[in-house]
């Protein structure tokens, strides 16, 4: 069972939130009405993986860097929004615990069962994996997800050794 409960926040917080769950939305119907149609849900994973690499072009530091990259991915905005917890942040690693998903929010109001929850965030995760795939340096592990019933989705960043 999917527990997602978020458990701080703050006006700010939850205009960003709302945003993230209106686009979640948006994405989870057009995934929903595609498979309708007999599409499998491999062009949702490439069109976020390529929105992802875009960004990672973009908008954040081009760096070898993982102190430098840290603060662009896990600012102050992001780190409320999806009640990160940083476990680790150094030259070597970034690694993060979400303890809360808009994302999952959203699909849950939709109604959506568990087992498509867990592969839309799977889908939404190749936007960090896209993000990722622009670091040469850098290497991008999820391991559990709130999304699979987790309390936590762990997301793992560490320098190419």
């Keep these: 069972?999917?527990?997602?409960?978020?458990s701080r926040t703050n006006e700010?917080?939850?205009?960003?939130?709302?945003?993230?769950?209106?686009?979640a939305t948006w994405a989870a119907l057009l995934i929903d009405e595609a498979r309708k149609q007999g599409l499998d849900t491999s062009f949702a994973h490439n069109a976020?993986?390529?929105?992802?690499?875009?960004?990672?072009?973009?908008?954040?530091?081009r760096t070898d860097d993982l102190t430098e990259f840290a603060p662009a991915?896990?600012?102050?905005d992001v780190v409320n929004v999806f009640?990160?917890?940083?476990?680790?942040?150094?030259?070597?690693?970034?690694?993060?615990?979400f303890h809360y998903c808009p994302l999952v929010a959203a699909w849950l109001?939709?109604?959506?069962?568990?087992?498509?929850?867990?592969?839309?965030?799977?889908?939404?995760?190749?936007g960090d994996r896209g993000i990722i795939s622009t670091y040469p340096k850098f290497t991008f592990e999820l391991g559990k997800t709130i999304a699979k019933g987790d309390d936590v989705c762990e997301i793992r960043i560490d320098k190419v050794k």
């Design 1 to 6: 069972m999917i527990k997602n409960t978020p």
């Design 12 to 23: 700010r917080t939850e205009l960003l939130r709302a945003a993230i769950e209106h686009r």
């Design 48 to 61: 976020i993986m390529r929105c992802g690499a875009f960004h990672g072009l973009n908008k954040y530091p």
């Design 73 to 76: 991915f896990a600012n102050e």
């Design 83 to 97: 009640e990160m917890e940083i476990k680790e942040s150094n030259e070597e690693h970034l690694h993060i615990d």
């Design 109 to 126: 109001k939709l109604g959506f069962p568990e087992e498509d929850i867990a592969e839309f965030c799977d889908i939404a995760m190749d």
